[in-house]
T-cell receptor
Framework: GAVVSQHPSRVICKSGTSVKIECRSLDFQATTMFWYRQFPKKSLMLMATSNEGSKATYEQGVEKDKFLINHASLTLSTLTVTSAHPEDSSFYIC?????????????FGPGTRLTVL | SQKIEQNSEALNIQEGKTATLTCNYTNYSPAYLQWYRQDPGRGPVFLLLIRENEKEKRKERLKVTFDTTLKQSLFHITASQPADSATYLCAPTDSWGKFQFGAGTQVVVTP
């Protein structure tokens, strides 16, 4: 089956610093990648959709200057949380979809736990 | 606005019994509905998908129903096992394939 990895799995940073999270599709080419965040006991909320080689599409209410997304290759997308603050602490999950597949055929990464002190 | 409701309270069930989870949605006309499993600190794992013109779908010990009139999907785990303990998420999906997750229902299966 398709495998998606995320790195790091956990990160703790000081307020005001920037944090980069990587999402990789290990055995397929991901034309589209999605980024979600999840608060404790809450549902996953779609933050943005990124297509390889083009700008990400952000969901309403998500600050694109705060959450920078880059999808430079068919196997890698990165999410950078800029000038992180404690309220950015959350569980960030990416998913990836291969070419010619519907939205439902998304494969999820294991998630990254971000804690901002 | 679109709303997805799943039982917020954990479902505690004895091993061997059937667990039934509910997913209700409003202001939605999903083309299909997906169910995922999520373990603590992990990403969701796809389980089943049921289309709007299907009443019922089965996969091993899992069964899903979809009632577009009631705007509801039921998810059943038959002969439940402790390994089934997890949070189960429903995701109504539109015809473009875009979906949102419900908050999920935690299932705890005790031996």
């Amino acid at each position: 089956g398709a495998v998606v990895s995320q790195h790091p799995s956990r990160v703790i940073c000081k307020s005001g610093t920037s944090v980069k999270i990587e999402c990789r599709s290990l055995d397929f080419q991901a034309t589209t990648m999605f980024w979600y965040r999840q608060f404790p006991k809450k549902s996953l909320m779609l933050m943005a959709t990124s297509n390889e080689g083009s700008k990400a599409t952000y969901e309403q209410g998500v600050e694109k200057d705060k959450f920078l997304i880059n999808h430079a290759s068919l196997t890698l997308s990165t999410l950078t949380v800029t000038s992180a603050h404690p309220e950015d602490s959350s569980f960030y999950i990416c998913s990836a979809r291969g070419p010619g597949r519907g939205y439902n055929e998304q494969f999820f990464g294991p998630g990254t736990r971000l804690t901002v002190l | 606005s679109q709303k997805i409701e799943q039982n917020s309270e954990a479902l505690n069930i004895q091993e061997g019994k059937t667990a039934t989870l509910t997913c209700n949605y409003t202001n939605y006309s999903p083309a299909y509905l997906q169910w995922y499993r999520q373990d603590p600190g992990r990403g969701p794992v796809f389980l089943l998908l049921i289309r709007e013109n299907e009443k019922e779908k089965r996969k091993e010990r899992l069964k899903v129903t979809f009632d577009t009139t009631l705007k509801q999907s039921l998810f059943h785990i038959t002969a439940s096992q402790p390994a089934d303990s997890a949070t189960y998420l429903c995701a109504p999906t539109d015809s473009w394939g875009k979906f949102q997750f419900g908050a999920g229902t935690q299932v705890v299966v005790t031996p």
